[in-house]
Structure formats: structure tokens, C-alpha cells
């Protein structure tokens, strides 16, 4: 064996740098795991979906197997009980898919807040905090552009937006379909589970955008975070005084909240609780928002400055 | 100038009526080289030109090989320096080993390679046990490392480093400064180093590039910059100063005294006539140094210069 | 030669962390450097020094009085910290007249000084502009104007020169020796070692909230036995010095350098003074240049902290 010594302190680099197609991704995913480091609040914040997705599966499930009846044993045994929910549930098989349906919307526009809250929690502080601690000197010197940047931030937030407001809809359509006999509310309702993710990304596209646009606008991450919900309340408080004010619904256009409910009603082809107002000025509505949002931080990325 | 690495040419940018850099033109070959000058003078403006991150308004440069003229380039060019930032800058939460693996990937490592070498260059900081924490909560010295490590980290041919030795006690700016000489030396990088302590840029830098204005005032080694004086030294005695200043009268050696230090203007090649004159009048000589004009001389007299020919 | 600060057996804990921990020392008029590793309660002693902080234990007295809320010694001190934090919306001009007029002048004596402060930091052309517009050298000097402005007896700096280019650290250090020419004191904080050694022979070294030192630097050096003077001597002919002087006593080592040059180690530096000049004489080995090389400022620094450690 020959003898040698390696006691050079630097070696150079021989391997390759590739010039990656989706330049974002290793942001991504290294914001994505240090955001689920802390497991307290990941726990804390997805319990109340997970409990909701189960009791509302639980639900659905339910409502099909009495239909069919054979009640399901946590139900309690007994015809008697058996009886009284079958007559509570309409017994016929048409109403119950749409029972289904409904539940699922249901669910939707009930956990609107907490999949907002999800996305604000862990959006918050995705532009603020960088900006604060000066990480955006060390990420732009590098082969990243500004959009790149941006992409990446954005789909940190959309994926929680995701896991919060599509997963969980996915999983009650799934034990629906399972649940269903002969597969019906595959074949009779299928559509739901297209509106069930198209509201989902819906909703996702657009409270990102704002919580990014707040984070791009805020000096830390905890005025992000008032910022966001500042936002929401605000305009949905202004939105409901305005319209009960002026006798006119068209005012619900005001919020991104309200207009993102009525476009679920219109996606989930339901009839509307309230009165419907102007469809049209709800997408306008949410579009707008969409569009400001990624202006604002679009304006705001460039004066993010590398050297100073 | 087949090795230099960058290659400046009249390059001007201008923000609306201010000409931030004036038909500017220099090259970088291997080494470290100091970039000196006051405060406004487009050092900033021209390193966010190195790092691709501004077009120029007219003038060539090649840097690494790229262009920063061109869009694609200058993104591009950015796999091949490495920028220690002056201000403070962490990623949020995160450790040193995955900030400087993840920054590792966005230049274009592959997962392994970023992993294996963020630990090879946190080595060579001297960042030991500690890279496993957040970086949060670093020491300033900490920091400094691992702002370095993470410059480092792709084995940029070109380095531009602004203040390394900010808020660093005298231990780390020593350290600090052997790690930079070590890379502009033996390492053979580029290294562009923006000081304000000229003592630092004289110890790790051969060259320097002196900028005012927007302009390249003066430009080459600090041995031509700050030549030795004519046979100029300066002495320190401890004890009877007349019979000194008689023995050197007697010897013919003018000179100029302040208490017990004297500036003495020699003749010959060497100071040994100093010592015969010592002797002679018993006295201890605590010091004889040939005059040599700092750094710091030079670049007063370069910048004032400037300011006369502007007149 | 008055005293300037009488510290006796002060102590200041933040909870369990050491700030600054038994220190006595007895600092005179006129200016001095105090000098440490991070962490070593530098900046707690600045603090206690200017009356920000109260101490756990023992006293200090700065101008012979105890300086936490004593609003007449406020009056007689400037203090420039290491923190940034001018108003932004305040020009230069109106952020010092203002903190002048904290210290007890009217508007107008005020405003007479601050103009003057400015001129003396070169910032009277920026004055008239606010402080949100300020380049980190600019606001350094705005801080440093503040400081000075209402002609304080002691003047106390943290890390006085950062962010400043060369020449504007040349001018206050020059401006630092006119102040200390009109009777002014300094206490001025500083890792960059030259700086200090620029201004004065006098420091004061803390570690670990210990004091390490103090006096001035020639005799700090002098006291520390344990460390032979260390000598460089370039000359054409080193071999042949180095070997004469091998032959003499008192030389604890000799060696030559990579660059060719003498090192030599010697435990006796006035004894080797004395017999130096005969061997110079006799070898004609045509010297250079004869230099103490750990006898500064760094060397001591280095030498303290490290016997310590």
C-alpha cells in the first residue's frame, strides 16, 4: 500500500452543477420541513379537520347504511333507534345522495376558516420573516429569480391550503362512494368530487394569495398574521354592513370570504340559502383579489434588495 | 489576459441622472484583491453587477465566462461567484448544515453532493458541533463562519466578500482573515474584498482597486502603492538621547527627533551605521524601521489626487 | 492626574448570565481603550459607566459620583452606543439639537452646539436631511456629533468607528486627539486593535467579566514574565547573525523565518538591549531593519486571553 497524507484543509469541488428545469423546488421543499418542525402546532391545528372529516365520514356513512338499513352498531343496536333515524333520514335513495352532496358542501363552508387559519398560520411569516432576517440576501445570489422565489413561497402556503381544503373533502367523497350501494354516488354524483376539488384549489389559489400578499407587506411574521385576519374580518364585516344597509346583496362582493361561499354554491350547483345575488361580480370579486394580491408582492419582491 | 476570471471593459450604469459607474474597466485573475473606496462610490452598484443582478447600460464585461448583458447569463453567472453578504442574513429556523445544504441545491447541486459538501466547507470554517443547531442563535463569530461556509459552498471560482471581519473580536478577525488569505493564495480564487479596515486588505490582498465616484481612481499591487521611502528609517532608543544625536552628527547622519524617536535619513544599503552609533554613545536601541507608507497613505493621497484633477 | 472612574468590587448578573463580575479598577483622566473578546462585559460596563445600568454588587463612581439616575452627571457624560437608533423622521441637525437640549441647554445653545458637533463630524452639508436617508457612516457620525455635542468632561464610546470608510475613521480619530487636547476623557470600546493604539497607550482588558489588565500597553507587556520578548531583525547576511547571537546570553532561542528572516527569543530584554549593539558592530551583517514584534497592542491582547482561557 502506498503511503499518502490528505491533510489539504479546502478541496475543490469536482462534481457537477446541473441547471435544474423547476429551479424552486429545493426552496420548497426546505421550507416545507422546517414549517412542520414544530409538531404542537401542526397537531393542534389539523386535529379540528381531522375530527371533522372523521364525524362527518362517520355521518355520510351512516346516513347510507340505514337507508340500506343495516344502521351501523355505534348507532346502538335496536330496530327502535334504527327507526327513528331512518325516519328522521328521508328513506328514499335519490334524497340521500343529495343529503350526501350537501353534507359535503356543508363541510366545506364549515372548515373554510380553519383551512384559512392553516394557511395563515404557516403563511404568515413565509415573506416577512425572510425578508427580517435578511435570508432573501442569501437566496438571490443564487441561480434563483424572482419568480422562482415567489412560486416557491406560494406553494408552501397552497400546500397546507391543499391538505386543509381538498384532502379532507376527497376523503368524506371517497367513504361516500364506498359507503354508497352500488358505487350510485360514483356514478349519480361523480361531479361532486370534480367541484369538491375545483372549490378546494379555488379557495386554496385564493387565501394564499393574499396571506402571501399580507407576508410581502408585513415586517414580521406576527403582523402577517393579525394582517391576515385583519383582511378577512374587515372586508366580510364591511361587506355584510353595506349590503344589509343598502338592501343590496351585490355589496357580499366586497369580501373574498363571501364571494368564495357564493361561488361554492354556484360549483356545487345548490340552491342558494340566501339570496342569490350577481354570480358574475363574485368571480370578479375573487379574481380582483387574486390579481391585486400578486401585484402587491410582486412590487414589493423587487425592492427586496441583495446588497446594500 | 488568458487567466483573468473577470473582465471589465467602460462599463456604466446610471439610476435616472446619477452615474453610479463611470466607463469603469479592470480584470480579476486569481488572487485576492482589495475594492477600496469611500462610501458612495459604486461599490455597491458594482458588486450587484457581478452578481448579475443589474444590467449594465453600455460596456462589456465577461464574468466567469458569462455575459451579464445577456438575461439567461446573468442568472446563470450566479453558479460561479460566491457573495458574503455584509449585513446579517440567516434563513429562518433552520441549522447551518440545511441552510447551506438547501442554498447548496438551489445552485444546482444534486441532494448528496449538496449534503457531503455543505459539511466539507463547514469544516473548513470551523464550525463544529454547533452546525446541527439553529443558526438562530450564533454567536456574531458564528455567523460570519457560516456566512463564508455558505459562499463557499459550490466552489465558485469568483468570491466577493463585504466586511468579513464585521463585529469580529480580534481572535475571529485573525481567524477570519487566515481563512481568506488561504482562499485567495492557495486556493487560487478570485476574491474581491470590500473593507473599510485598510490594515486587513494589506494583509490578505496583493492588489487593490481604489473606486470614487464612480470611477477607478487608482488600480495595482499595494507594494507599488506604498513604495519604501529613500533610506528613511524610524528609531527608537532608551537612553542618553544627546550622546546619541553627537555620535550621529559625528558619523554624518541627519535626523529629526521627537523625545526618544528619532527619523533618521541613511546613506548606504543598511542601517548597521545605526548601531556603530549606538554603541558608541551606550545607548539601547529598542527599534529601527525603514519608513513605508501605508495602505491607509495611499489611499488618502489617491483619493485627494483625484479630487484635485476633478478641480 | 485625577481619577476618571473608581470601580470596587463591581458585579452586574443578568440572572444567572454573567454581564460583568467583580471588577476593581481605578481608570485615570485622559484616554482610554477597553478591550476584550465578545462576551467579556464590555458593553455591560459601558453601561454601568453611563448610568443605564444599576450594579448587583459592588460600586462604581464616574467624576466622583454614582452614575445610575443621576441626572447631573448625565450632564457631564456623552455616550455614543454601539445601537442604531436615530429617529428616522428627525434631520441630523434636529436629532442632536435635541439630545443636546436634553442635556440642560436652551433651544438656541442648543442648536449653536449641534451645528458645530456636525461641522466637527463633517456632516454639515447632510444635516438638513433626515436621518431615514442616512448611509450607516453617516449615521455613525450623527451618533458621535450627539455625544459630543454638549462639550461633556467623559466621553464614552461603544465600537465608535464601524461602518465608517478609511477616511472618515483617520478624521475622528484625529477629531478624538483634539478632544482629549481640550480635556476631554475618553473611554472608547473597540475590536479593532490598531484604532486603539492609535489613540492611546492606556487600556483596560476584560474577560469573563473579569478585569485581565490594566495599565499602559509597553508596561502591561513588561509584567507578563512568562512570555521572552519575541525580536525580528531582517538583515542580507541572517545566518551568519543568527549564529552570533546564539553565542549570547540571555537568547533563549533563535531561528530564522520563511522569509529568511531572525526570530529570536530572549527572557532578559533590557540585558540583550545592551549587548546588542556590540554584535551589530562586530558581524556587519548589513541590518535592515530591528523590530519587537509581540511587544503591541494585539500580542499583549492575545498573550492575556490566552493565559486565561
Known sequence: MKASTHTEVYRPFRGELTTRRMRFVPLLSSNLKTATKKRLPLVLLFAPLAIGTVIFSFTVYAGFAIQAGDPPSALGGGASIASIIGQALVSQRTQQLIQAREMIVNFHLATNMFSLLLMAWYGAGVLAEDRRLGAHLLYFARPLSRFDYLLAKFLVIATFGVLGAVVPGLVICTVATFASPEWSFLREEYDVIFSTIGFGLLWTVLVSSIVLCVSSLASRRSFALVGVFAVFMLTSATASIMAAMQRDSDFRALSPMLSAVRLATSIFELKARHASWNLTLAWSSVGAYILISWTLVWLRTRRMDVVQ | ????????????????????????????????????????????TLLKLLLGLLEPDSGAATIAGYDPRKRADRLTLRARIGYMPESDCLIPRTSAVELVG??????????????????????????????????????????????????????????????????????????MLDLVWDLGHVQGKSLLLCSHLLPDVERCCRDVIVLKKGRVVAQGSIEALTRTEARRVRVSIDGDADRFATELERLGIASERDANDWMLRL???????????????????????????????????TLSAAEDERA | ?????????????????????????????????????????????????????????????????????????????????????LYAEMTGFEFVAFLTRLAGYSRSDAEVRAVRALERVSLSDAAHQKTRGYSKGMRQRVKIAQAIAHEPELIVLDEPMTGLDPIARRDVVRLFTELAGEGASIVLSSHVLHEVEALTKDIVLLHRGRLLAQGAVHEVRALLSSHPRKIEIKARESRRLARALLAVEGVSSVKLSRDGHVLLETSDIARFERDFAAIAVAERAGIESYEAIDAGLEAVFDYLVEASA
Do not use: W
Not at chain 2, 3 to 28: C, Q
Not at chain 2, 31 to 40: E, K, M, Q
Not at chain 2, 285 to 301: C, G, H, M, N, Y
Not at chain 3, 28 to 51: M, Q, R
Open chain 2, 102 to 175: 438547501t442554498l447548496a441545491r438551489l445552485t444546482g447541486l444534486s441532494a448528496t453532493d449538496a449534503m457531503t459538501r455543505a459539511h466539507e466547507v463547514l469544516d473548513y470554517v470551523g464550525l463544529d458541533e454547533s452546525r446541527y443547531r439553529d443558526c438562530d442563535s450564533y454567536s456574531t463569530g458564528m455567523k460570519q463562519r457560516l456566512k463564508l461556509a455558505q459562499a463557499l459552498v459550490h466552489d465558485p471560482p469568483i468570491l466577493l466578500l463585504d466586511e468579513p471581519t464585521n463585529g469580529l473580536d480580534p481572535k475571529g478577525r485573525r481567524h
Open chain 3, 1 to 85: 492626574m485625577s481619577t476618571l472612574v473608581e470601580a470596587r468590587n463591581l458585579g452586574r448578573f443578568y440572572g444567572d448570565v454573567v454581564g460583568v463580575s467583580d471588577v476593581t479598577v481605578s481608570i485615570p483622566t485622559g484616554v482610554v481603550g477597553l478591550l476584550g473578546p465578545n462576551g467579556a462585559g464590555k458593553s455591560t460596563f459601558l453601561k454601568l459607566l453611563v448610568g443605564e445600568l444599576r450594579p448587583s454588587r459592588g460600586s462604581i463612581q464616574v467624576l466622583g459620583h454614582e452614575p445610575f439616575g443621576n441626572r447631573d452627571l448625565y450632564e457631564r457624560l456623552g455616550f455614543c452606543p454601539q445601537q442604531d437608533a
Open chain 2, 1 to 44: 489576459m488568458t487567466d483573468s476570471v473577470v473582465s471589465i471593459r467602460d462599463l456604466t450604469k446610471s439610476y435616472g441622472k446619477v452615474r453610479a459607474l463611470d466607463s469603469i474597466s479592470f480584470e480579476l485573475s486569481p488572487g485576492p484583491v482589495g475594492l477600496l473606496g469611500p462610501n458612495g462610490a459604486g461599490k455597491t
Open chain 2, 267 to 301: 546613506a548606504g544599503d543598511d542601517c548597521d551605521v545605526v548601531f556603530d552609533a549606538a554603541l558608541a554613545a551606550a545607548v539601547r536601541i529598542q527599534r529601527v524601521e525603514p519608513v513605508r507608507s501605508t495602505l491607509e497613505d495611499a489611499f488618502v493621497k
